[in-house]
């Protein structure tokens, strides 16, 4: 129930239903990644990597061999399994980067609360160090978000995530909370001291109806055509563009023969 949650479920994937919670799926972590791994590599490594030069292995704080080769080979099977296994949000896209797999892009189309009906990009940065540290998630889009400096877009994944957990806590995870950050019960949660804005968490708290008028103010403004068209960095995979009546109809007719052609 709403009154009852905890910080700590903030993070798990939740229906729409703000007053419910979904617990995820168990993740094994070393033999689980491993076995995908071992069974996706083929899949996931291009030529050119394996004619790459050889990385030397070196010991990570799990005790397990690493390198950078199957770092880089994690991060695809994660960003795999936002599809596969179901572990996106609901109203979240993310794409990789087209120069780099420690780049993420995505877009959030926020379903209900203050922010209702908002079209919001993000970023996704993941550090060389990770999974030791958490990845950094900057908004591109701009809010009045307690969580969320205004001067670049920086958003406060600290308050869910002080201590980041290797292979126990995932980038889905952050997705989620990214996500989950957006509703009254995360904002009702929030202390000084967890807030990038303190402005905004003020508004809140002490000035709902300007709270929710500067909110509304942020969804207008993510949806004009200024916005939503506006030029994305070169690397960026997810491009919107105006589409007439006509062009519509053509796009939507092929993406029916598409999925018509790939039933058994």
Known sequence: MEGTATVGSLGKQEDDNDSMD???????????????????????????DLRGPAVPLA???????????????????????????????????????????????????????????????????????????????????????????????????????????????YIFHALNYLKNAFKNRVLKQLRPKDCYNIGAYMKFKNNLPQFRDHARVDVMKSRTPDVLYRQQPSDCPIVFSPLSDEQFESTMQQMRLYAGSQKP
């Open 22 to 48: 979904v617990d995820l799926p168990a993740v094994h972590h070393q033999e689980a990644q491993e076995e995908d791994a071992a069974m996706a590599v083929d899949a996931l490594i291009s030529e050119d």
């Open 59 to 169: 010991i990570n704080t799990t005790g397990r061999f690493y390198s950078e080769h199957m770092r880089r080979c994690e991060l695809r099977i994660e960003l795999m399994r936002l599809n596969t296994l179901g572990h996106n949000p609901r109203g979240i896209y993310v794409m990789p980067s087209l120069g780099s797999i420690n780049v993420w892009y995505g877009v959030m189309y926020v379903k209900r609360g203050y922010w209702r009906d908002a079209v919001i990009r993000f970023r996704v940065d993941i550090p060389r160090e990770y999974p030791k540290t958490h990845p950094i998630i900057t908004l591109s889009t701009s809010v009045a978000h307690p969580l969320v400096r205004m001067e670049d877009g920086r958003f406060a994944l600290e308050h869910q995530f002080p201590q980041w957990t290797p292979y126990s806590d």
